[in-house]
Structures are given as structure tokens and as C-alpha cells.
């Protein structure tokens, strides 16, 4: 079997959550360590760095994986399912992982070029902002990169075929949280009261409106209910009623206008209930902006080094910390096709082995443009 395979088959038979990657960044350390390539370890609570500086360029280019796992259950039924109870590699993280070790390997060993290749291994992209926590440990101003690289694996994609965009390519991430409160009271005596559920449901109507009637139907945004709660009875009407929700928009113009509508929403349709209303949004992950020159020029690298690659037709609506890492440096995130696959967040899905070359070549070559060099063959 192939060493990366057979590591990679390891990473997903023992996951890690966001900032727990002890294990894995220690095999991601001594693997660049083995290669000669200097190490950092620590950055933003688990993340690893490795700097391999070859001749005497100048410029410094960062390539980034992600290292964590998901707190859910494998249901996979491979041999090297997750050993670790409601934790599973169900995104492709130890994929990643393995194809940038893979490329720092041939980058070390194979290919000349001059300058510095920063690889960054981080940890906790699943909702707990790894990038940003690196970034805030210093990570930019102790390896100034000129520009940074991503790559994700893509189930919807053919194998092996990279798309990427200028511009916005992965919306914001924004949460909601409303509580309607009132004095509750027994179901027969709906007078003595105010009917909470009566007024979270409307409010679930209401802001199925927001979206396409607050904004320019072109502007690509979304507002989703996804957990309504309340009462524990089947004769009581409840004090407090709850929702939660996601938004996901492409510029800070339209989470404004989407947060200030739905606190006035909120607000006016409990005091039409006699209620007072509790609302709290937090905006998670900024939307991840490719730049223009550094995605285009990508592109044509990628296709000159004999590899698919497309301009993507369309962002998509889910979301991305390396949006942090690209609001600090110039660069571009790419995804890269991984058919035949089950979809991300799967309870069975397994990274699909046969992208690991592919996901070697684009990090080596995303190098070798950033740096000047010629292609490899």
C-alpha cells in the first residue's frame, strides 16, 4: 500500500475535534522533521508550520490544510472507521492533510524552486475559527507570505478537476438565536395568556419573507429556520419559545440590512404578542473573497501543468475560516473534484484515496507559480 494512503487510512481511523489535534499535528510535525524541513509547532493552539526555504527568491507563499474532525458518529463500513466515539473525518481533513505532506515530500525531495513554501497545517476549521486563532497567535507576522493557497476535496466535482473563482467563492456564516417570553400559563386558558408558539411560528413565516423582499433579488443570500423549541406539556403554553438559525450572505451590505430587519422583526411581532423578545446574532465566518489576479493566475497554472481546472460558475452558500487567512493575504481557496464520493458531513463518508496525487500535483504546482519557478512535469 501506498505510505500516504496508509497514513491518511490512520488519520480517519483516529479523528480529532478543533484544537484537540495532538496526535495528528505530532505526525504532521515529525513527518516534515523527517524531511529536513524546519517546524513550528503550537500556533493557534495545535497548528503546525513547516518552512522550506530553497535558493535565494524572495518571496514566501503559504499552502494550507485543515487537521480536524467532526463531532459526529463514522458509520462508515471500511476497515479503518473512526475507533473514536462520535468523532469522524466525515469533511476530507485527513485527506488534505495527507496530500500537503505528500507535496511538501516532493517539493523537499523533487522539485527546485526559489523561495519559501510555508505549510500550514490548521487545526479547528469546523466551526471553531482555527484560522483566525492562528492569525491571532502571530501566524502572518511570523511567516509573512506574499500570498496563500487552499484546496478542498469536492464530491460534486469529477475527480481530480479544480475549480476555483475570483471574487467570493464561500458565503458568510451568521447565527441566530430568538427567545419569545411571556408569563406562560395552562393550554384551556389561553386568555390568562400569552401564547408564545403562536408567536414563534409566525415569526418562522415572517422571516422566510426577509431575504427576498429586504434585498436585490440578484444579491445571492439565505436565511434558514433549523431548530424551533418550546413548552414540555401537552396542556401548558410555555414561557419562552425558541428558534435558531442560519444566514449566509456575500458582503458585510447585506448582513446589515439582514441582522437589523430580523431584530426589528423580531421585536415588533412579540409586542404584537405581548412578549418580549431575546436576540442574539453572531456572525461566525466572513465570506472567503479570492483575489482577482492570484485565482486567475492559478487557473492558468494549473492548466499549463497539464491539470482540469475551471473557472467555477457560481459560489457556493456553505462557508470557510480561510476566509480569515485570504482578508489577511492575497490568495485563493480551490476545490478539487473527489467523485466518486459520498457528500461532506456523511455519516459514512471516507476521503476518496485516488485524489491524493491530484491534490499533490495543485499544491506543488499553486508553489512553484507563487514562487517563480518552472512547472514540474
Excluded at 505528500?102 to 500550514?120: D, H, N, P, S, Y
Excluded at 476549521?125 to 484560522?131: K, P, Q, R, S
Amino acid at each position: 500500500m501506498d505510505p500516504l494512503v496508509a497514513l491518511r487510512r490512520d488519520l480517519h481511523r483516529h479523528p480529532e475535534l478543533g484544537f484537540h489535534e495532538a496526535r495528528t499535528s505530532d505526525i504532521v510535525a515529525r513527518f516534515l522533521e523527517d524531511l529536513g524541513i524546519e517546524v513550528h509547532r503550537g500556533i493557534g493552539k495545535t497548528g503546525v508550520v513547516g518552512v522550506l526555504k530553497k535558493g535565494s527568491g524572495s518571496r514566501m507563499i503559504g499552502l494550507r490544510a485543515d487537521m480536524d474532525a467532526l463531532p459526529m458518529q463514522d458509520n462508515g463500513e471500511v476497515p479503518w472507521t473512526s475507533q473514536t466515539p462520535n468523532c469522524s473525518h466525515a469533511c476530507g481533513h485527513d485527506g488534505h492533510t495527507i496530500m500537503l505532506l505528500g507535496a511538501a515530500a516532493k517539493l523537499a525531495r523533487e522539485v527546485e524552486f526559489t523561495g519559501t513554501v510555508c505549510f500550514i497545517f490548521q487545526p479547528a476549521e469546523e466551526g471553531l475559527a482555527g484560522a483566525k486563532a492562528m492569525i491571532d497567535d502571530g501566524l502572518f507576522q511570523r511567516f509573512p507570505c506574499d500570498a496563500v493557497f487552499a484546496l478542498h476535496n469536492w464530491p460534486e466535482l469529477p475527480l481530480g478537476e479544480i475549480q476555483t473563482r475570483p471574487g467570493a467563492i464561500m458565503a458568510a456564516a451568521d447565527r441566530f438565536d430568538i427567545t419569545l417570553k411571556g408569563p406562560g400559563g395552562h393550554a384551556a386558558q389561553p386568555h390568562l395568556t400569552h401564547d408564545t408558539l403562536l408567536a414563534v411560528s409566525e415569526l418562522v413565516v415572517q422571516l422566510n419573507t426577509l431575504v427576498p423582499r429586504a434585498l436585490d433579488p440578484c444579491e445571492p443570500a439565505l436565511l434558514t429556520v433549523t431548530r424551533m423549541q418550546g413548552g414540555f406539556s401537552h396542556n401548558m403554553i410555555p414561557a419562552e419559545a425558541n428558534i435558531t438559525g442560519t444566514v449566509r450572505t456575500f458582503n458585510p451590505a447585506a448582513q446589515d440590512i439582514i441582522e437589523s430587519r430580523l431584530r426589528h422583526m423580531a421585536g415588533h411581532i412579540a409586542a404584537a404578542h405581548g412578549l418580549d423578545a431575546e436576540v442574539n446574532y453572531s456572525r461566525y465566518y466572513p465570506a472567503t473573497i479570492n483575489s482577482e489576479s492570484e485565482a486567475s493566475q492559478a487557473l492558468a497554472a494549473l492548466q499549463a501543468a497539464g491539470m482540469t481546472a475551471r473557472l467555477a460558475p457560481q459560489p457556493a452558500l456553505t462557508s470557510e475560516d480561510f476566509a480569515f487567512m485570504l482578508q489577511a493575504k492575497p490568495g485563493a481557496y480551490l476545490w478539487i473534484g473527489s467523485a466518486p464520493s459520498k457528500p461532506l458531513h456523511h455519516a459514512a463518508y471516507d476521503f476518496n484515496d485516488a485524489l491524493i496525487p491530484y491534490g499533490i500535483q495543485a499544491f506543488v504546482t499553486l508553489a512553484c507559480y507563487a514562487t517563480g519557478a518552472t512547472f514540474p512535469g
